[in-house]
């Protein structure tokens, strides 16, 4: 009895990891690491851009309303398609022009925040609900470029919270889910999208469940999780040393209904270390 062993007793009652376990762990750790990867890339990407627009030469800055065609709207009133292609196409030159006199390595442009921002907003949401391939896929591209153009000045000058709302409800279409999300990448990176007001201001009442689960307005579950994935980028990128205890954490403390748990339900538990991160928890 003198030579008994408490830690041989503790042994043999700690559960053994299994086989599927411990790869299911080595390929989580994997992911990890690629995802640490790809966000430092991005990291780096961005940073280097926002460094290009702060050093932007006067010279270089585009005034877009002085130079543009007036009656944006008219032109994209009718109910031919191609005019509003063209009127699309034309700040996608401004821009252009812009990015082309940047000395800088990275081609950047810059856009001088002043004029009716707001209202050519909103004539372009009409044109990202377009049905037709072109008008809609041009309103994103010139949204991406007044993002990289106006950076911080894009969310109060374009009304961000209602561009967020257009780019979300047009997220119902299955074939323009991976526009839209390339849209929502480009408007985060360029710092047009604060994650602060993202996630106090727009996002909450989608990424909730809905109280009626036959409200045809209620967002599909395959788009809050694109949402929930988005948002989990947009972290990475802000922070490009993610820690995965969080993570490991989430599993216990934290589950939302509001993704199915077929498939994206085990995604989910992949991304929760985004909402602990966002909830402060």
């Known amino acids: 009895d003198g030579d008994f062993d408490q830690g041989s007793v503790e042994s043999i009652g700690a559960p053994r990891e ?60 009718g109910t031919s398609w191609y005019p509003k292609k063209e009127a699309c196409e034309e700040i996608l030159e401004v821009c252009a ?13 810059k856009l001088r925040p002043r004029g009716k921002y707001g209202r050519l907003s909103s004539e372009l949401v009409s044109l990202l609900e377009h049905p037709h391939h072109h008008v809609h896929t041009h309103a994103a591209m010139v949204y991406v470029e007044l993002a990289r153009g106006l950076r911080g000045h894009f969310f109060d000058q374009c009304d961000g ?10 997220m119902r279409a299955k074939k323009l889910r991976p526009l839209m999300h390339r849209l929502l990448d480009a408007l ?57 205890r969080p993570h490991l954490a989430a599993r216990a403390r934290f589950h939302s209904p509001a993704l199915p748990s077929d498939g994206g339900g085990r995604r989910l538990a992949r991304d929760t270390k985004l909402k602990l991160r966002l909830l402060g928890l």
């Open 97 to 109: 022009w812009s990015a082309g006199l940047n000395s800088s390595s990275v081609p950047t442009p």
């Open 161 to 170: 919270a209602q561009v967020l709302e257009a780019v979300v409800l047009r």
């Open 188 to 244: 985060f990176s360029t710092g047009a999208l604060p994650l602060e007001h993202v996630v106090d201001q727009s996002l909450p009442n989608h990424l909730m469940p809905p109280r009626d689960p036959n409200d045809p307005h209620a967002l599909p579950p395959p788009v809050r999780l694109g949402l929930y994935e988005w948002l989990l980028r947009c972290v990475e990128r802000s922070d490009p040393h993610p820690d995965p």
């Open 18 to 77: 299994t086989r599927i376990q411990a790869e299911r762990r080595a390929a989580a750790a994997a992911a990890l690491a690629v995802r640490s990867a790809e966000a430092l890339e991005c990291f780096a990407r961005d940073e280097a851009e926002t460094e290009a627009w702060t050093k932007c030469p006067p010279s270089a800055v585009a005034d877009l309303f002085a130079v543009l065609t007036p009656g944006f709207g008219n032109r994209t009133s």
